[in-house]
């Protein structure tokens, strides 16, 4: 069975700061992973993936995640947060059992920027 | 958002009686997802269709019922045999079922029983 974990609920960053918003998952062989953002009241918004290749993945708003297979993490990062940045950001992952297109999505990091 | 429209956006529902949700793409995919979404539990996948005329069960179909007759539409039935059904309701598509493929999403409905 393939699993996601964001261990931390809420994040708290000061505008123009860094921000970092964790992700660990277990999978069946090579993992596919994805960040998805939701505002209040919408669906998902997708951000970025990992398939192969370069572990340092970019994708939109400024947002860049960093593939760790030793860890097994898939951690979400921007160099500079704004408050706009403000959301609800769910990591999934996706293997290859089973049949379809499933994901798994983690639990949700509350993302809260501060002026 | 684009590209997949849920309706209503809000619904509510009185105990014992059936609903259903509307969800309708126009990105040509051939993918199709339901997803449920409470606090603090993330998205649990309900039902999902690979092809037109085929959908299997997801994590929790229990009290639930799908069709997929048409590319485009993906309706979701909530039954009476669903014990909790007030949550929200999210879905997707993506344009085939390989492992590559991001799925989208459609704006959601917040259902209610009253």
């Known amino acids: 069975a393939q699993s996601v974990a964001q261990p931390e609920d809420q994040v708290n960053v000061a505008e123009g700061n860094p921000l970092t918003v964790k992700c660990t998952y277990s999978?069946?062989?090579?993992?596919?992973l994805f960040w998805y953002v939701q505002y209040p009241n919408r669906g998902l918004q997708f951000l970025l993936k990992?398939?192969?290749?370069?572990?340092l993945v970019k994708g939109s708003y400024g947002f860049e995640a960093e593939f760790n297979k030793s860890q097994t993490s898939f951690h979400l990062k921007k160099p500079s947060a704004l408050v706009s940045d403000s959301a609800l950001y769910f990591c999934?992952?996706?293997?290859?059992?089973?049949?379809?297109?499933?994901?798994?999505f983690g639990t949700g990091t509350q993302l809260k920027v501060e002026l | 958002d684009g590209g997949i429209t849920q309706s209503p956006k809000y619904l509510f529902r009185k105990e014992g009686q059936n609903v259903t949700l509307s969800c309708e793409q126009n990105?040509?995919?051939?993918?199709m997802y339901w997803y449920r979404q409470d606090p603090g539990q993330g998205l649990r996948l309900i039902y999902y269709?690979?092809?037109?005329?085929?959908?299997q069960k997801g994590d929790i179909a229990e009290g639930y019922s799908v069709s997929r007759e048409k590319k485009e539409s993906f309706p979701l039935t909530v039954t009476s045999a669903q014990k909790n059904p007030t949550a929200f309701y999210l879905c997707?598509?993506?344009?085939?079922?390989?492992?590559?493929?991001?799925?989208?999403f459609g704006p959601g409905t917040r259902l209610t029983v009253l």
């Open positions: 999978v069946s062989g090579n993992p596919y």
């Open positions: 999934a992952v996706r293997g290859l059992t089973g049949g379809g297109n499933k994901l798994t």
């Open positions: 990992y398939i192969t290749g370069d572990n």
């Open positions: 990105l040509n995919h051939d993918a």
């Open positions: 997707a598509s993506s344009i085939s079922t390989g492992n590559l493929n991001e799925q989208f």
């Open positions: 269709s690979q092809i037109v005329n085929d959908f």
